[in-house]
């Protein structure tokens, strides 16, 4: 399985990116599906998931009613969409595929839990 995100760069505090995330290599409709974000010096941590139909999602409190993930399995595909971009959004973003289809609350805002991932994409949001 490999997963490959794009869409990072550079905006200003209160711009908009779109991250995606491309599947191959294995299936995708049944994995819950998931971002992180990792800033320098800092932990990985939790942004967003998506369950295997798309029909469920979690947001971090941090990006709550800003960052709004989706799926389309028919292209294999997971979104980040990010507006209303502050500093502190700075990061590298992953994707991950979960090690299930099962939505467990706990499991699915773990990082150990997922276990495939992407190489990472780059967002840096300026003041």
């Known amino acids: 399985v490999q997963l490959q995100a794009s869409g990072g760069g550079l905006v200003q505090a209160g711009g908009s990116l779109k991250l995606s995330c491309a599947a191959s290599?294995?299936?995708?409709?049944?994995?819950?599906m998931g971002w992180f974000r990792q800033a320098p010096g800092k932990e990985r941590e939790f942004v967003a998931a998506i369950s295997g139909s798309g029909r469920t999602t979690i947001d971090a409190d941090s990006v709550k009613g800003r960052f709004t993930i989706s799926r389309d399995n028919a292209k294999n595909t997971v979104y980040l969409q990010m507006n209303s971009l502050e500093p502190e959004d700075t990061a590298v973003y992953y994707c991950g595929r979960n090690q299930g289809g099962v939505w467990h609350i706990a499991t699915i805002q773990h990082p150990g839990k997922y276990k495939y991932w992407g190489q990472g994409t780059l967002v840096t949001v300026s003041s």
């Open positions: 290599g294995g299936t995708f409709s049944p994995y819950v």
